[in-house]
């Protein structure tokens, strides 16, 4: 597998915690698109007279609601169905436990977006490489290079909106809580749920 520029990387044992389940699994996945889609058009309206902006996150929206509609068709093949939202423990984590520290919210926004993407991309990869169940892997393995563009996104748009050094010096403190809050989720068949009974 390939490295990321992650504090703590996720075990590959995680794929067969998930992989149980796999109708939960892409519910779950289902809704973080649905998410990560509301992410981009409430970045979109808030820099709605940036044009180039609005080009880049008006396109990630509509792929994220492509993964959206590719992820609830294999759902339907395998005989599940889109659950309820569920709050998404890492992400609410991330978010809760990064405010003490935070200087500029919308810095904030873009670099905890794209740490969420970025461990999305590492799950992906260990989904493509790890299923049993080829159907499956497949669709992970058609989706790792969207997201990864969607993760330079979000780094490309917060070293071009702020000073370099200062994105450095937050992304590392970032990088620390994510990877606490990445271990310490609860288990369970979900994009982000945690390693730390492995």
Not at 39 to 46: C, F, S
Not at 55 to 69: I, V
């Amino acid at each position: 597998m390939k490295p990321f520029k992650l504090a703590a990387l996720t075990p590959p044992a995680w794929v067969a915690t998930v992989e149980h389940d796999p109708t939960a699994l892409l519910s779950d996945h289902a809704h973080c698109e649905l998410k990560a889609a509301a992410t981009a058009q409430a970045l979109l309206l808030k820099h709605r007279t940036n044009t180039p902006l609005v080009a880049e996150l008006s396109a990630m929206a509509a792929e994220e609601m492509e993964h959206f509609r590719q992820a609830v068709e294999l759902l339907h093949l395998l005989g599940g169905t889109l659950g309820p939202v569920e709050v998404n423990e890492y992400a609410e984590r991330l978010l809760a436990d990064s405010g003490p520290t935070r200087g500029d919210s919308l810095l904030d926004r873009l670099l905890i977006a794209g740490l969420i993407e970025l461990r999305s991309l590492e799950r992906f990869h260990l989904l493509a490489e790890g299923l049993h169940d080829e159907r499956l892997a497949a669709l992970y393995r058609a989706l790792v290079p969207s997201e990864s563009g969607h993760q330079a996104l979000f780094d490309r748009l917060a070293r071009n909106l702020f000073d370099a050094r200062l994105v450095a010096k937050r992304q590392t403190e970032l990088l620390e809580i994510e990877a606490r809050c990445a271990r310490e989720a609860a288990p369970g068949p979900r994009v982000h749920s945690g390693w730390a009974t492995l």
